[in-house]
């Protein structure tokens, strides 16, 4: 069964920085566009990044921009999140997915704990 894994995340102060990968297994999604989203506790889950099949075009939500790069190895069937300057407000845990018709969201991951100290 075709399935993502997220994994990079953990605790890290203000300031710093972490790498998220998203790995698929079971099948390729190279040809696919592909995004981030994070969910805050008590808050929905919102969209961050995503990126075309080809990795030339990258999108990010306006509160990561100039911060977060979005990145993948198709070679690695791999997908990456490099998050500098956090914040606390980006502590969430953070998801990958992978936009399967061009308007809906699909193979979720089970996400990976961000969590930034003040």
């Known amino acids: 069964q075709a399935q993502l894994v997220e994994s990079g995340g953990g605790l890290v102060q203000a300031g710093g920085s972490l790498r998220l990968s998203c790995t698929a297994s079971?099948?390729?999604?190279?040809?696919?566009?592909m995004g981030w989203f994070r969910q805050a506790p008590g808050k929905e889950r919102e969209w961050v990044a995503a990126?075309?099949?080809?990795?030339?075009?990258?999108h990010y939500t306006d509160s990561v921009k100039g911060r977060f790069t979005i990145s993948r190895d198709n070679a690695k069937d791999t997908m990456y999140l490099q998050m500098n300057s956090l914040k606390p407000e980006d502590t969430a845990i953070y998801y990958c997915?992978?936009?399967?018709?061009?308007?809906?969201?699909?193979?979720w991951g089970q996400g990976t704990q961000v969590t930034v100290s003040s």
């Open positions: 997915a992978v936009l399967v018709d061009g308007t809906q969201w699909g193979h």
């Open positions: 990126i075309n099949w080809s990795g030339g075009t990258t």
């Open positions: 079971g099948r390729s999604f190279n040809s696919y566009p």
